[in-house]
């Protein structure tokens, strides 16, 4: 689907689930964001969180991009004009998934960070440290 098939209602529909939400919530704060990132962002697996970038993506909502074996998404830059006041809305409206997935970013470190821990041989230690400071 493309940005100009994009209707209130399909919008809506991507929006009505929560993952999704959160997803796109989570990628209106950041330029971009790795899917190992967002795996770990949002303490979910990996199949289950690619499965809804790819249905965000299939919509008109997100744009990817390969670098090497990752995925980076990030908004749609050419999304109308419309639906930014829906997202700052819910944004600003705070859902609890939100926010704790944006605190997991926060307390993981820059995004430089992050992405470097995310791409080492193990991404377990990404978000093991409670004081922000990656393993």
Not at 8 to 33: K, M, Q, W
Not at 54 to 80: K, V
Request: hydrophobic share 45%; glycine share 4%; net charge positive.
């Amino acid at each position: 689907m493309t940005t100009a098939a994009l209707t209130p209602a399909a919008l809506h529909r991507c929006l009505a689930d929560e993952t999704r939400l959160t997803l796109i919530l989570l990628l209106g704060t950041e330029s971009e964001l790795c899917v190992c990132e967002l795996t770990e962002a949002l303490a979910a697996p990996q199949p289950r969180i690619s499965r809804h970038l790819a249905h965000l993506r299939r919509a008109g909502l997100l744009h990817g991009r390969r670098q090497g074996a990752w995925i980076y998404y990030r908004l749609n830059p050419a999304l109308p004009d419309w639906i930014h006041p829906i997202l700052e809305a819910s944004r600003d409206a705070a859902p609890a998934a939100f926010v704790a997935a944006r605190q997991r970013l926060i307390d993981a470190g820059t995004a430089s960070r992050r992405q470097a821990a995310c791409h080492a041989e193990s991404t377990s230690a990404l978000f093991s440290s409670t004081s922000g400071d990656i393993a």
